[in-house]
């Protein structure tokens, strides 16, 4: 089932219809959105879906978000809808929100990995919309990225990893946003966060009034929510800024450790005469950092480091959803 050709990359002025017609055959194409890209295929053919997990390797029982063109579309995948999700989708729709919602009984669809809730989201990105109102369907889409994996923020990233394994790349630039969708539970009164992302709790509670747990109150286990994900080919590890000084001794006798942080150690590496393709400073704004953390590591990896050291960022709530992909990509 998985395409032998070389996966295309669609740069021209053609690239959304090329994209459209190659969904409507029951292709999967890596689309851009604002927080990732996406692997896409029709939510409502079962032969496309079942692509997706092919090319991912990703087991069939983890659920996918379905990405729709507008809010009005959400009835035909979910039922008994609260008067909160309403309320959260018309504040923060198109955008990296996904809300999960009750699946309507008679869905019965791969893309739910047999839970009966479902994953929604309207995205931000023009390009992905576009191919969206075209279909006016919903389009099934996990990060483009094999099971496990560092998700992609450009089209070089997805070729990377999925060249062979899909039809086609839409070349739509890099995402601005950099990490993935905030996840909320939205199916019962109680709502939960059960992936932070760039939508936080605080900006919910402002935007709408609505309160929502987040995951160290509940902890909800849902499958696909994993460990040990977003992870780099290279062992990646959180070191406390203390832990610095002894890593950087290591390379100078040689070893290959690549080194990302934020803040706190500029002076320690200025002193350690660390080769400069070996650092890289991400932002101590948790937004900006976020945005450019899946880049910086993608970068540092295709150098096939020994090890990457990360510098454990700060903790407050603006930055749980970059703790949790860091401390995921570093599960070993
Ligand atoms: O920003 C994003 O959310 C990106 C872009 C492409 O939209 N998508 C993305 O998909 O990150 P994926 O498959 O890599 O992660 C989605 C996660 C799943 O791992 C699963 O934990 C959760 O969404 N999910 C999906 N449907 C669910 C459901 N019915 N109940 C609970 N969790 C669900
Ligand atoms: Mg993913």
């Known amino acids: 089932m998985t395409s032998l050709q070389p996966t295309q990359l669609l740069n021209t002025e053609e690239r959304i219809n090329q994209a459209v017609a190659l969904l409507k055959a029951g292709e999967c194409v ?25 090319a991912k390797g990703r087991p069939t029982n983890h659920p996918l978000i379905v990405h729709i063109p507008n809010q009005s579309h959400v009835h035909h995948w979910a039922k008994n809808v609260n008067k909160a999700a309403i309320t959260l989708a018309d504040a923060f729709w198109p955008g990296p929100l996904t809300l999960i919602l009750n699946a309507k009984d008679d869905l019965n669809s791969p893309v739910t990995g047999g839970l009966p809730t479902i994953g929604l989201r309207v995205p931000a990105h023009p390009e992905f919309l576009a191919v969206l109102k ?3 369907t919903g389009l099934a889409a996990p990060s483009a990225n094999r099971y496990k994996q560092l998700s992609p923020i450009s089209a070089a990233h997805v070729m990377r990893d999925l060249n062979g394994r899909i039809s086609a790349v839409l070349q739509g630039g890099e995402c601005n946003v950099g990490i993935e969708s905030t996840i909320v539970d939205a199916s019962s009164q109680q709502l939960r966060i059960l992936r932070p992302g760039p939508i936080s709790a605080a900006d919910i509670l402002q935007k709408t009034g609505l309160h929502v747990s987040t995951p160290h109150s509940h902890n909800e286990v849902v499958p696909g929510n994993v460990k040990a994900h977003y992870q780099p080919n290279a062992p990646a590890m959180l070191a406390n800024t203390e832990d610095f000084a002894k890593i950087l001794s290591e390379n100078s006798q040689g070893k290959s450790h690549y080194l990302i942080y934020s803040t706190q150690v500029q002076q320690q590496l200025l002193a350690n005469d660390i080769p400069s393709e070996r650092i890289t400073k991400l932002s101590s704004c948790p937004i900006e950092y976020a945005k450019n953390m899946y880049k910086a590591l993608h970068l540092i990896d295709e150098k096939t480091p020994l090890n990457i050291y990360i510098e454990k960022p700060p903790v407050g709530s603006e930055w749980a959803a970059v703790n949790d992909r860091l401390s995921r990509a570093a599960t070993s």
Not at 30 to 46: F, H, K, S
């Open 30 to 54: 890596a689309l851009p959105t604002e927080t990732v890209y996406g692997l896409a295929a029709d939510a409502t053919n079962r032969d496309a879906v079942a692509k997706i997990f092919i």
């Open 134 to 136: 075209q279909l006016n």
